[in-house]
């Protein structure tokens, strides 16, 4: 079973500023089929990024995603106020990621 | 527009079961599974299973495995995830979403949540 550790578990940034979200698979994923996924309170998810590096689609180019094997990045170029929400990797059949939180600073 | 409707919040008693429907419309209901997610309050989301939606093959993650099972009514274009022996473990949100086989493409449509909430 593929476990995937995401860090940092929080990023405290400010808008206009760059968050690099790291998920680290206990093995390597197949068909590069890992997916990102953006949860804030009260809402579903929202799919981000998928194929590792693909955004879904009406995902501003700001969300990028990267990585292959068992190391996975999830970029955001220059943080806007609506970015700030927990983010979650997944490949597909398996667990999400534990979670990393993008707030305020 | 595509889109997956829930049923509504449930309050179940410990040890009883619960049975959460999900409906989508505006696409082909056969041509992608459906998986099923759930999140705690304060917890991290939790992926507990998928289901072909034109077979009706499954698959569950190894804690939910003998606790649960997904279903589907074609005819309805409706899937069911019906969880058995609650405990006030299983209070959260419940999520169903559709991806097309294989997941390469992701988790792309999401219902609105069903709170389930276990209480004696």
């Not at chain 1, 550790?5 to 968050?19: I, V, W």
């Not at chain 1, 994923?29 to 949860?39: K, R």
């Not at chain 1, 094997?69 to 999400?96: H, K, M």
Request: glycine share 12%; net charge neutral.
């Amino acid at each position: 079973e593929i476990v995937l550790t995401q860090s940092p578990g929080t990023l405290s940034l400010s808008p206009g500023e760059r968050a690099t979200l790291s998920c680290r698979a206990s093995q390597s994923v197949t068909g590069g089929s890992l997916a990102w996924y953006q949860h804030k309170p009260g809402q579903a998810p929202r799919l981000l990024i998928y194929g590792a590096s693909s955004r879904a689609t009406g995902i501003p180019d700001r969300f990028s995603g990267s990585g292959s094997g068992t190391d996975f990045t999830l970029t955001i170029s220059r943080l806007e106020p609506e970015d700030f929400a927990v983010y979650y990797c997944q490949q597909y059949t398996y667990n999400f990621g534990g979670g990393t939180k993008v707030e305020i600073k | 527009q595509v889109q997956l409707v829930q049923s509504g919040a449930e309050v179940k008693k410990p040890g009883a079961s619960v049975k959460v429907s999900c409906e989508a419309s505006g696409y082909t209901f056969i041509s992608y599974d459906i998986s099923w997610v759930r999140q705690a309050t304060g917890q991290g989301l939790e992926w507990m299973g998928w289901m072909n939606s034109n077979s009706g093959n499954t698959g569950y993650a190894q804690k939910f495995q003998g606790r649960v099972t997904m279903t589907r009514n074609t005819s309805i274009s409706t899937a069911y995830m019906e969880l058995y022996s609650l405990t006030s473990d299983d209070t959260a949100v419940y999520y169903c979403a559709r991806a097309q086989k294989g997941g390469y493409y992701g988790m792309d449509v999401w219902g609105q949540g069903t709170t389930v909430t276990v209480s004696s």
